[in-house]
């Protein structure tokens, strides 16, 4: 039986910290990034998937700690899906701003514009539910949480777009 690996994430200016369960190749990968020599200079956002159910996208400049804990082993657990909302946490707010999963692209896009290059898409922004742009400044996000479920959707929509370019981009 395998480890139960999560990640206790505490955040500048919240009075609890964020509890996620992950893969272990996301544990390693967050510990390597942290690690690194100089920090995670290259890197200001990390993005995952939880075994909750969850994306999740980090602003490290916004991390305080983070506790790498695993537990004893344990039998596979039945996981529901997260259903809930998009959720934006900003600095200095203690609530979230909560907006309905929209469009699988735009979040996904969203996830990607502040994984990449967040200088790059200072304001970046996705439709939610009502078909509403909600935009935020990238350097005022701590962390947002979507549905995974959602986010795997925009990664199809993603791959089937690049399929389609390269296949429009190859010559006859």
């Known amino acids: 039986m395998a480890k139960i690996y999560s990640l206790l994430v505490f955040i ?8 996620f369960p992950v893969e272990k190749d996301d544990y390693d990968r967050l510990s390597r990034i942290l690690n690194t020599i100089g920090g995670p200079s290259d890197q200001s956002f990390f993005w995952c998937d939880t075994t909750d159910c969850r ?5 490290l ?27 934006l946490h900003l600095s200095g707010r203690e609530e ?7 469009s699988a692209e735009t979040v996904h896009d969203f996830f990607s514009a502040l994984e990449s290059d967040p ?12 078909g509403e742009y909600l935009n935020a400044n990238a350097s005022e996000i ?14 199809r929509m993603a791959l089937e777009a690049l399929q389609d370019d390269n296949a429009d981009s190859k010559p006859d």
Do not use: C
């Open 96 to 102: 979230p701003i909560e907006a309905g999963s929209g």
């Open 12 to 19: 500048r200016n919240r009075t609890a910290p964020f509890h």
């Open 55 to 59: 994306s999740v996208i980090i602003n």
């Open 61 to 87: 400049k916004a991390v305080q700690a983070v506790r790498f804990l695993w537990d004893a082993p344990i039998g596979l657990r039945a996981v529901e899906p997260y259903e809930g909302s998009i959720q």
């Open 119 to 130: 200088g790059m898409f200072p304001f970046p922004g996705f439709l939610d539910s009502d």
């Open 142 to 155: 701590d962390l947002v949480i979507a549905p995974k479920e959602l986010m795997d959707e925009g990664t």
